[in-house]
């Protein structure tokens, strides 16, 4: 990867990188992204004898950052004794104890606290939804915004009497890991939507939202990625610094880390992280190489190095801060976009 910038630029490298590995770095309030959260919405639009129907849509509004593979769980808790009574386009995780519901179908789930997940996109159409089945993956809003959210329908039903339904309490949002912080769910003005064109206005009955912002304080204990850095004038290189990501025992009895040579069998089953041993120990590593500076303009190289034996990044993205984007850029073998929020930042893919 390539990045010429122009004019030239003292490099005295203000530089931040940040390595959004679908799901990576940030704190719960980002200054790259401040405005940066995904959001649950809870439309009902369907009353039923004893319960509702509600379509739930799960919005990733964060810029770079991506929902990666195993995908979003979503959870709660249920303020009475309500049941769901079917779904489609996800499913809960678990039925739970559903013997008093003795003379008709069974419902869905009877967990007092469900867990939700998002269908395959080869699940049978019967059971699919418009805007569903992504595998629980969410596309950052800036980079594939129609890829950036996934609905579900739920029945939800055992209200006893209660017209009206009560919000759910404590949501919970898994994207895949933890990181995630959901405000109280509250009512918000009905969602409104246009149809015939675009002529007439409907809207549900009643809307429920909810806000998840991510904080890397809660998801990692030590950092993911560093950065090195090496210019063509200088055969130094500045690595990254010792235990960035955190130092692990790596001694020959130990299997914190795979050693050259070592293969991954001699290593303990059902880690999910199995990363090469290094002095940083990262699982990522982003170089930035200054390869010429000429007057009118400066030639970068990225490159990022993948230490992590059990996972690939098929869907990253990259974002950089520095003051040559202020400038006109031009980048070679990946896409570029400027974020709208920040002064000079950019994300790559």
Request: with cysteine; aromatic share 12%; glycine share 6%.
């Amino acid at each position: 990867m390539e990045l010429i910038f122009s004019p030239i630029w003292a490099f005295a490298l203000k530089l931040t990188l940040l390595l959004v590995v679908m799901s990576s770095l940030s704190d719960c309030y980002d200054p790259l992204d401040p405005n940066g959260n995904i959001t649950v919405t809870f439309d009902t639009h369907k009353w039923t004898d004893d319960g509702y129907m509600a379509r739930v849509t799960i919005q990733n509004y964060y810029q770079y950052r991506h929902v990666e593979k195993q995908g979003w769980k979503l959870g709660w808790t249920w303020a009475e004794d309500e049941v769901i009574l079917s779904m489609s386009g996800a499913f809960a995780t678990e039925q739970g104890n559903c013997s008093s519901f003795k003379f008709q179908t069974p419902p869905h789930s009877c967990l007092k606290n469900p867990v939700i997940v998002d269908l395959e996109p080869t699940a049978a159409p019967e059971i699919m939804t418009e805007d569903c089945c992504h595998g629980g993956i969410l596309s950052a809003w800036a980079i594939i915004p129609s890829n950036s959210f996934s609905s579900f329908e739920i029945m939800v039903g055992n209200l006893k009497g209660n017209t009206y339904g009560n919000k759910p309490l404590n949501l919970t949002l898994m994207a895949p890991g933890p990181g995630y912080t959901c405000s109280p769910i509250e009512d918000t003005d009905p969602t409104v939507s246009l149809v015939i064109g675009g002529r007439r206005q409907i809207q549900v009955f009643r809307t429920w939202k909810s806000t998840c912002t991510y904080s890397t304080f809660l998801s990692n204990k030590v950092p993911v990625c560093c950065v090195s850095l090496s210019t063509f004038y200088n055969p130094t290189i500045t690595t990254c610094p010792q235990c960035s990501c955190g130092c692990r025992a790596a001694n020959p009895s130990t299997d914190s880390c795979i050693r050259e040579g070592s293969s991954l069998s001699q290593l303990s089953s059902g880690k999910l992280d199995i990363v090469r041993c290094t002095d940083h120990m990262c699982p990522i590593r982003v170089h930035w190489h200054v390869k010429n500076n000429y007057m009118f303009h400066w030639r970068v190289k990225l490159t990022i190095s993948n230490y992590n034996h059990a996972k690939n990044y098929s869907d990253w993205n990259i974002l950089v801060q520095h003051p040559g984007f202020s400038q006109n850029t031009t980048t070679y073998s990946f896409n570029s976009t400027a974020l709208p929020t920040v002064g000079f930042a950019g994300t790559f893919t």
